[in-house]
Nanobody, 125 residues
């Protein structure tokens, strides 16, 4: 059974940092493109970052460029999203998602087949 589990969210002050994790089971992440999305209350789900299979390429939404970094650990079958310089507008539930695709470039659109349950990030003083 293919499963993605996010962790690492929490309450953080403005300017703070977190490392979000997306652990996969039932399949090898190395063959999949992985995306990170977020959804704030009353807003649509937004793609924030993605990494293509085998880490060939990465992409970031303009709103997080320079602050968020996506990376992977093949040995742990886990993708990370390091989020820094957080502000209240970053408050949302963060989801990771996976898709098997031949495309070299990853997408920030929600075209992904497998989704995790999400982890809450709250930025507040």
């Amino acid at each position: 059974q293919l499963q993605l589990v996010e962790s690492g969210g929490g309450l953080v002050q403005p300017g703070g940092s977190l490392r979000l994790s997306c652990a996969a089971s039932g399949f090898t992440l190395d063959y999949y493109t992985i995306g990170w999305f977020r959804q704030a209350p009353g807003k649509e789900r937004e793609g924030v970052s993605c990494i293509s299979k085998r880490g060939g390429s990465t992409n970031y939404a303009d709103s997080v460029k320079g602050r968020f970094t996506i990376s992977g650990d093949n040995a742990k079958n886990t993708i990370y999203l390091h989020v820094t310089s957080l502000n209240p507008e970053d408050t949302a539930v963060y989801y990771c998602a996976a898709v098997m695709t031949v495309q070299a470039m990853c997408s920030l659109y929600p075209i992904y087949d497998y989704w995790g349950q999400g982890t809450q990030v709250t930025v507040s003083s």
